[in-house]
């Protein structure tokens, strides 16, 4: 499974991509809106230190401003991934922008039917949103479930890139699940990391290791 990391937040992505494991950024209007500069310069500063898909959404709600959007937002960097609302114009601007060959990551998914029709339309990725659903008492996995078996039966080149993370077992969910992409907010990656009993064991290996080491 690759990861995302779900933030506009540059210092969070540099941190991240440091470690090595970071294959692309997903970025929304809110997290957009919680960082300085303009959304282009974001976009631009992202693309220069991920060498991956960075989704950069369209705001527009109409099918020609969406697909306006979308190529202004593609000729920023080749690895911009437009990102589209999942509505009837938003599945239209999909087909549009995918005959010129730029790619789109179909957003707020909440059904497998969207998915499958977001898929049709020729989205490179969707993003179905676990925890919006588990947040109303719907089990947002059930949905990634879904969606990985139907793209399955027809062998859907879509990716699956399953979003609105909020802890580590949606991430342990996601890859037993076998989805392409876990989306994860810095604070997750972090926590994905950590266990006690390694920290426990490190302590101890050291307190060990002082005994032996003035030893001739
Ligand atoms: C995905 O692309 C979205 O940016 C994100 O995962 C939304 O997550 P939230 O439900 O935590 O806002």
Partial sequence: MKFFIDT??????????SVGILDGVTTNPTLISREQGTPKEIYKAICEIVDGPVSAEAIALDWEGMVKEGRELAAIHPN??????MTKDGLKAVKMLASEGIKTNVTLIFSPIQALLAARAGASFVSPFVGRLDDIATPGMELVQQIQQIFANYQLETEVIVASIRHPMHVVDAAMIGADIATIPFKVIEQMMKHPLTDIGITNFLNDWKKVENRK
Avoid: G, R, S, T
């Avoid at 506009?8 to 991509?17: D, S, T, V």
């Fill in 8 to 17: 506009a937040n540059l210092e969070q992505i540099k941190e991240a991509a």
């Fill in 80 to 85: 911009i991934v437009v990102k589209i609302p």
